[in-house]
Structures are given as C-alpha cells and as structure tokens.
C-alpha cells in the first residue's frame, strides 16, 4: 500500500475517533430551550433531592441581561425537576455551566463528575437572534375588542353563557364588590351588586379571582375568601384564610394530584384523550403536566395569567400567555401550541395598554376575556380576545 494511501487511511481513522468521543449534541431553538434540555439530562442522573453548586459564566457574546436571564431559566428547570441548589463545599456535586458560542450560534456546556468519570453535556442554542421557541410562520392570529371600561379597579372579569333567550351577563370583581351587568341596548346595565363584606382591609396585592358555580360566586382574595350565595339571594359570608396569594386558596378538580407549589393561574385541555395542565406559578415558572402528578417540562419567562381555548385551529388548542412583566408595564397576550412537550408559539403577540389584570376563557368557543388597566388613561378596561385560524 502507497504510504500517501496509509496516511489518509490513519487520518481518516483519527478523525473517526474524535468524532465517536465526542458527547452527543443536543439542538434547541433559544438558549432557554437549550436550559431546559440541559437541566433534563442532568437531573436524569441525579437522585431526586440531590443539592449540587452550579457555576456559571459566560463566554458568549450575549450581554449581562441575556445571560442572566439564561441563567435563570437553568435554574429554574434543575429546581423543577427536584435539584437543590446550593453554594460550593466540600464533597458536594458541582455543575460548572459555560455558555458560549461558533458560527452556528450557542452552545451550553455543562461538566461534572459521576464517580471518578467526567461527563460532559453539550446543548446547542440556535441563533443569536433567537429568544423563543416559533414556528416558522403563525398559524393562528388573536383579535381584541374593548367591550367595558371604567375608572374602579377590575381586578377579575368573566361572561358567563346565559340561558336561551336571555341577555348576555358579565360579572365584574372589584376590590370591595362584585357587580353583575346584562347587556342591552348594545350596552351594559347594572343588574346586581353584592357589596363584600371584607374581614381584611384589600391589600397592595391587587388580586382576586372568580369562581362561578351556579347559585354561588366565589371570590378568592390574599389571605382571604368570600361567597355570594345568588339562592337565597344576597347572602355574603368573606373569611381570612392562610397564604398570600389567590393561588394558595384555589382549589379546582385534580389540583390536589399535581405536585407544584403556589401557582397564579392554571389551563387544562385533553390531547387524545390524555388530559394536559398547565400552571403558572408564583415563581415566574410555567409547568406542564400530563396524566402524572409530576411537571413533565416548564417554561419560563411567561406571564402569570395563562387561558387554555378550543377553537378548531392548529392542533385544536391554543394556549394564551401573557408577558411577564410588573404591572407598571404595558402588558401583551401570545397564543402557544404544546407539541412534544414543547411549548411553540402560534401567533404574533397582541400589544395591550397596560398590565393585564386576569385573563381567563368565556364560553364562546376561541373568546377569552381579559381586564386591562389602561397606563395612560389609568381606566381599566374589558377586553373580548378570540382566535382566528387565518389573518
């Protein structure tokens, strides 16, 4: 054999070699996809409660606030899946994360121990210019229409179905009363008010929800409850109750079987049968659950406010989320496919002129209703959000 032969035969047989020792690649659309991806493969080894140190650093070209917010989501999906995470000591397991990046854009790189073997997990990110999971084209687009304002604070809102032949009603929470409104005259009037009889001054906490069953309305306020018994009419009975925080004190049908901690708001559907949940907790975390008590992925950088729709578009389900920011900020809504567990976003986002109050689905099909407190007006507004399948 030529020796100009040998030696490409050997480089060829080098260059195999690398190749076959290299850890698998992972691919992800954003570098918090890449987190979430990362935080599976790791805690996949890891016995559940295990407390481990993670360092972090950055050798990519994204700035601080990317990269925190990076970091963050790391965090957040190893402590969803049960990692504790602690400062280093001695003999505890150490998670060093590098997030860097090649022509094709990032890439984390996690390494650790297991036993006596370094282990490495390489997760590419996808572009630069990424920031979250899309398709490649929206599918569905969301439409608003204000159908209420009003100076009080509207810190819930919902529109029942009304019985046939009667008038559209919408139910309205305020901080000391619930209002209910029938429509007439392409308008809203007054029909009841149930003045609450509050056993804790409202808080900063501008929260509440409703709860509407078919001769009570419930109210969950922080740290406190109230009932309007609609027969016999009038009756109200409030009660302080433990937690901070509306979610604490909402308890709806199969919340007890899922294992998440305080949540704001919750979206349920079924997918072939199975059933799906979605929870937006109070630590800025998203998480998805199936047929087990267990989150089965999460999201985060999501909103507190989520409204699962059927509307025949898609996959037949659309999930509206809304942004994350405080409620100083203008707010949006964002309609999401679930596929394979990921969450995939099907619309443009909707911009709103201000923070969005609560965001819940009506009883059409597609139409979700959501309260707005508008940044320059200071009114707060009732919004009508439904579904298209085409622009």
């Known amino acids: 054999m030529p020796a100009s032969r040998r030696f490409i035969l050997l480089l060829f047989a080098l260059v195999l070699m690398f190749f076959l020792t290299l850890p698998a690649v992972s691919w992800a659309d954003t570098p918090e996809d890449a987190a979430r991806q990362l935080a599976e493969r790791r805690a996949a080894s890891l016995p559940p409660g295990q407390t481990v140190s993670l360092n972090a650093r950055n050798l990519s070209s994204l700035g601080a606030t990317e990269f925190g917010s990076a970091r963050r989501a790391l965090e957040q999906q190893l402590r969803a899946r049960g990692v504790r995470l ?185 997918e072939k049968g199975h059933p799906i949940a979605v929870f937006a907790g109070t630590d800025g975390l998203a998480r998805l659950y199936d047929d087990g008590p267990e989150p089965v992925a999460a999201f985060p950088g999501w909103g507190s406010d989520l409204a699962g729709l059927r509307t025949g578009c898609g996959t037949g389900w659309q999930l509206l989320v809304t942004g994350p920011g405080d409620w100083t900020e203008a707010d949006s809504v964002q309609a999401y496919e679930i596929v394979n567990r990921q969450a995939v976003a099907v619309s443009p986002r909707v911009e709103l002129p201000g923070p969005v109050m609560s965001l819940a689905p009506a009883d059409e099909l597609g139409t979700a209703v959501a309260a707005v407190r508008n940044l320059k007006s200071g009114r707060y507004e009732v919004y009508r959000l439904w579904v298209s399948c085409s622009q």
């Open 86 to 270: 602690a400062a280093a000591a001695a003999g505890r397991v150490e998670i060093r994360a590098t997030l860097s990046e090649n022509l094709l854009g990032l890439l984390w790189v996690a390494e650790f121990r297991r036993g006596d073997q370094p282990v490495v997990i390489l997760v590419a990110a996808g572009s630069l210019a990424g920031v979250e999971k899309r398709s490649a084209a929206p599918s569905v687009f969301i439409r608003r229409q204000v159908v209420w304002e009003q100076t009080e604070p509207i810190l819930d809102v919902a529109l029942p179905q009304s019985a046939a032949g009667r008038p559209p009603r919408m139910v309205v929470l305020e901080p000391a009363q619930v209002l209910m409104y029938r429509s007439e005259n392409e308008g809203w009037q007054t029909d009841q008010s149930f003045p609450l009889k509050r056993t804790r001054m409202p808080s900063r906490d501008l929260r509440g929800r409703l709860q509407l069953e078919t001769d009570l309305i419930a109210v969950n306020f922080p740290g406190e409850t109230c009932q309007v018994f609609l027969r016999p009419a009038g009756r109200i009975e409030c009660q302080p109750v433990a937690g901070a925080s509306p979610a604490d004190v909402t308890s709806l049908a199969g919340e007890g079987e899922k294992k998440s901690p305080p949540w704001y708001s919750e979206a349920r559907w079924e």
